[in-house]
C-alpha cells in the first residue's frame, strides 16, 4: 500500500491563493506520476494537475493558467499552487499517484484535503 500525505488548503478568499503538497516515501523511479483530482459536492472527480516522470502536465481546463503544478521527483513530492482562487474551485482536493510496480501500474489516492473559497 502507498501512502500519500497531503497537507496545505483550507480556506481562502476568492482571489486569493493556497497551496497544497503530497510527499510519499516510495521511491521516485516507482512513481510515474503524481497530481490533484478534485471532488465538489454532487459533482464527480475531475483532474485538477497532474505531473508525469516523463516531464509532461496536464491540467483540467477550469484551472488553466491559474494553477501551477510542480515536483520533487528526488522527494517524492507534489506541489500544488492555486492562484485567483474562485468559489467554484472550492472542494475536497486528492492527491494522486501511479506506482509502477515492473509487471504493472497501480493508482493510488490521498485522504483528501478540504479547500473553501469565499466569496
Known amino acids: 500500500q502507498v501512502q500519500l500525505v497531503e497537507s496545505g488548503g483550507g480556506l481562502a478568499q476568492a482571489g486569493g491563493s493556497l497551496r497544497l503538497s503530497c510527499s510519499t516515501t516510495?521511491?521516485?523511479?516507482?512513481?510515474?506520476?503524481m497530481g490533484w483530482f478534485r471532488q465538489a459536492p454532487g459533482k464527480q472527480r475531475e483532474l485538477v494537475a497532474v505531473?508525469?516522470?516523463?516531464?509532461?502536465?496536464d491540467y483540467g481546463d477550469s484551472v488553466l493558467g491559474r494553477f501551477t503544478i510542480s515536483r520533487d521527483s528526488a522527494k517524492s513530492t507534489v506541489y500544488l499552487q492555486m492562484n485567483n482562487l474562485k468559489p467554484e474551485d472550492t472542494a475536497v482536493y486528492y492527491c494522486y499517484a501511479e506506482r509502477d510496480w515492473g509487471d504493472y501500474v497501480n493508482d493510488f489516492w490521498g485522504q483528501g484535503t478540504q479547500v473553501t473559497v469565499s466569496s
Open positions: 516510495e521511491s521516485p523511479l516507482s512513481i510515474n506520476a
Open positions: 505531473s508525469r516522470s516523463s516531464g509532461v502536465t
